[in-house]
Every structure is written in structure tokens, then in C-alpha cells.
């Protein structure tokens, strides 16, 4: 069985390999196609597609934008087959950069009101020219041994609503599927299962967003169980959406997250890709 990832994070953003060698990681672990979806930046997919084209490995430039979501969760879309090289795309990702700058700022003060010896400069370094982001606070407070690993770094201090957190600034869900598409991307609504809702309401959110021009849904990924895998499988099919599907590798800020098999049980089959490819077209070419 051919396997595809459609949902990685390179050290453009916060995952902790480069974009060139997450193409070889991939071609090592036999992927047939990868995409590379980092947060809010499309800096890498330069280096990415370069890195595929000399390894002979079907890419997919992406990204993965976050939403405002009134919800128990947090809603991510994800863009595929993005021109990288579109001004309004830019434009857009360039003001999230400088309020995720100004964010990171307010929950490095945070830290250290608590007390906490932490800077801008260490994060930066951390981070090695990407985007800084809170994997790489929490890397450092597991360093400092103010905790002893992510979880609790995220349950104690930076996850949604604790000591250090501030929320991160986002677009509207329609104003970033009209974005996506401008750069002649498809858009998929990114891990379901986070945005925390049971199946009356996920129902209607997708059926919202579907009116609003999203055009798949991330049915396969390293968190969904069968059950809920297969529901939203169904649900792409009541909404005549496409799927997608990814493990969303992050190197070794979520270590327990292997390219293309999440935990170990996760496939993406390659027709995931095919089919997300010829829609594309399709579109392109209208």
C-alpha cells in the first residue's frame, strides 16, 4: 500500500526539521507524496519542493492558517497546492507573523512574572531562523526543569486559558478559505476531532464552512480512532467534500508523531493524494 502525508511542520514554523531534510525523512519512510503545512508561513516550501523534485517525491506546498472558532476547541485550515508566490497570501501571512512576534512577546513576560528565567533571544535561538512558537517555551521550560515534559508545560503554563497564555491573533474561517483559493489553493478543514465538538454540532460547523467554500475535510489523522475516522469520511461524503489526511509531524517537539504513520497506525492512501490533485486541476483549469 502506497502512503502519503498531507500534514508535516518543518523548523519554518515549529517543527525541528529543516524543510529539505523532512523531504528526505519522507523519502526515507517511503512516502509516495508529502505536503509540507507549516503555521502560518510558507518560507519553507521553497527549500521543500527543491528537496522533492531532486528526490523524485511528489510535494504539495501548503499551509496551515488558525481560525477564530467560538468553540470548545481550536479550529486550523489547511491550503494545498498554494502558489506561495501570491501577494494577498503573503500579505496576510506577513501580519500574522509580526502578532505572533508581538504574541510571543506578552507570553515571554508572562513567564517571567512567574518567575521563570526565560528570554526572546533563547527562543530565537531555539528556533533557528523559523517561527518561534509555544513548542519551543515549552522545550525550554523541560530544559530549565520547571517542568518535566510538554504536557505539562501546556496543562500548567501556555495551553489555552493558563498562567502564560495569550491568545493568537486569527483570520476569520471565510476570510481564509477566499485567501487560500485566491493563491489557487484547495482548503481542508484541518483535525476535526480538536475543534471539540460532538457529531450534531461538527455536523453543522462542516455544513458552515462547506457554504463558506471549504473543500475537504482532514478525515485521516494520528488522533482519530476508526470510529470518528469513518465519520468523517461520511461527513465528506454528505457535504460532497474531498479528504485529506496527515500525521502532523512536528520532529521531535511531538516525538511520539512518526512521518506518515502518526502513532503507528496511521495510512493515508495515495488516492487521498490523486484525487485532491485532479480537483485541483480541475480548478486550475476552469
Same mark, same amino acid.
Given at each position: 500500500?502506497?502512503?502519503?502525508?498531507?500534514?508535516?511542520?518543518?523548523?519554518?514554523?515549529?517543527?525541528?526539521?529543516?524543510?529539505?531534510?523532512?523531504?528526505?525523512?519522507?523519502?526515507?519512510?517511503?512516502?509516495?507524496?508529502?505536503?509540507?503545512?507549516?503555521?502560518?508561513?510558507?518560507?519553507?516550501?521553497?527549500?521543500?519542493?527543491?528537496?522533492?523534485?531532486?528526490?523524485?517525491?511528489?510535494?504539495?506546498?501548503?499551509?496551515?492558517?488558525?481560525?477564530?472558532?467560538?468553540?470548545?476547541?481550536?479550529?486550523?485550515?489547511?491550503?494545498?497546492?498554494?502558489?506561495?508566490?501570491?501577494?494577498?497570501?503573503?500579505?496576510?501571512? $506577513?501580519? /500574522?507573523?509580526?502578532?505572533? =512576534?508581538?504574541?510571543? !512577546?506578552?507570553?515571554?513576560?508572562? &513567564?517571567? +512574572? #512567574?518567575?521563570?528565567?526565560?528570554?526572546?533571544?533563547?527562543?530565537?535561538?531555539?528556533?533557528?531562523?523559523?517561527?518561534?512558537?509555544?513548542?519551543?517555551?515549552?522545550?525550554?521550560?523541560?530544559?530549565?526543569?520547571?517542568?518535566?515534559?510538554?504536557?505539562?508545560?501546556?496543562?500548567?503554563?501556555?495551553?489555552?486559558?493558563?498562567?502564560?497564555?495569550?491568545?493568537? $491573533?486569527? /483570520?476569520?474561517?471565510?476570510? =481564509?478559505?477566499?485567501? !487560500?483559493?485566491?493563491?489557487?489553493? &484547495?482548503? +481542508? #478543514?484541518?483535525?476535526?476531532?480538536?475543534?471539540?465538538?460532538?457529531?450534531?454540532?461538527?455536523?453543522?460547523?462542516?455544513?458552515?464552512?462547506?457554504?463558506?467554500?471549504?473543500?475537504?475535510?482532514?478525515?485521516?489523522?494520528?488522533?482519530?480512532?476508526?470510529?470518528?475516522?469513518?465519520?468523517?469520511?461520511?461527513?465528506?461524503?454528505?457535504?460532497?467534500?474531498?479528504?485529506?489526511?496527515?500525521?502532523?509531524?512536528?520532529?521531535?517537539?511531538?516525538?511520539?508523531?512518526?512521518?506518515?504513520?502518526?502513532?503507528?497506525?496511521?495510512?493515508?492512501?495515495?488516492?487521498?493524494?490523486?484525487?485532491?490533485?485532479?480537483?485541483?486541476?480541475?480548478?486550475?483549469?476552469?
Amino acid at each position: 500500500m502506497k502512503i502519503i502525508d498531507l500534514h508535516t511542520h518543518s523548523t519554518a514554523s515549529d517543527g525541528t526539521l529543516t524543510p529539505g531534510d523532512l523531504i528526505k525523512e519522507a523519502k526515507k519512510a517511503g512516502l509516495s507524496a508529502i505536503a509540507l503545512t507549516d503555521h502560518d508561513t510558507v518560507a519553507g516550501l521553497a527549500e521543500a519542493q527543491e528537496m522533492a523534485q531532486s528526490l523524485q517525491i511528489a510535494f504539495v506546498p501548503g499551509v496551515e492558517i488558525s481560525v477564530k472558532f467560538e468553540g470548545p476547541g481550536h479550529c486550523h485550515l489547511l491550503g494545498y497546492f498554494i502558489d506561495y508566490e501570491n501577494g494577498v497570501l503573503k500579505e496576510t501571512l $506577513a501580519s /500574522l507573523h509580526e502578532a505572533r =512576534a508581538k504574541r510571543n !512577546i506578552l507570553m515571554v513576560e508572562k &513567564l517571567k +512574572s #512567574l518567575g521563570i528565567d526565560i528570554s526572546i533571544e533563547e527562543l530565537e535561538k531555539m528556533a533557528e531562523g523559523g517561527e518561534i512558537g509555544r513548542p519551543h517555551m515549552a522545550k525550554i521550560l523541560v530544559q530549565k526543569g520547571i517542568v518535566k515534559d510538554f504536557d505539562e508545560a501546556f496543562e500548567k503554563y501556555l495551553g489555552k486559558g493558563k498562567l502564560a497564555y495569550v491568545p493568537k $491573533a486569527r /483570520l476569520e474561517a471565510e476570510e =481564509a478559505i477566499k485567501i !487560500i483559493h485566491k493563491a489557487g489553493g &484547495l482548503v +481542508s #478543514l484541518a483535525h476535526p476531532y480538536y475543534l471539540g465538538l460532538d457529531e450534531d454540532a461538527l455536523i453543522s460547523y462542516v455544513a458552515g464552512l462547506k457554504n463558506k467554500g471549504l473543500d475537504a475535510i482532514e478525515a485521516y489523522y494520528t488522533d482519530h480512532d476508526k470510529a470518528f475516522t469513518q465519520f468523517c469520511l461520511e461527513l465528506a461524503q454528505r457535504f460532497s467534500l474531498l479528504v485529506s489526511g496527515g500525521s502532523d509531524f512536528h520532529g521531535t517537539n511531538k516525538p511520539e508523531i512518526k512521518l506518515g504513520v502518526g502513532k503507528g497506525n496511521l495510512r493515508v492512501p495515495i488516492e487521498v493524494y490523486e484525487r485532491l490533485l485532479e480537483a485541483w486541476k480541475v480548478r486550475a483549469q476552469a
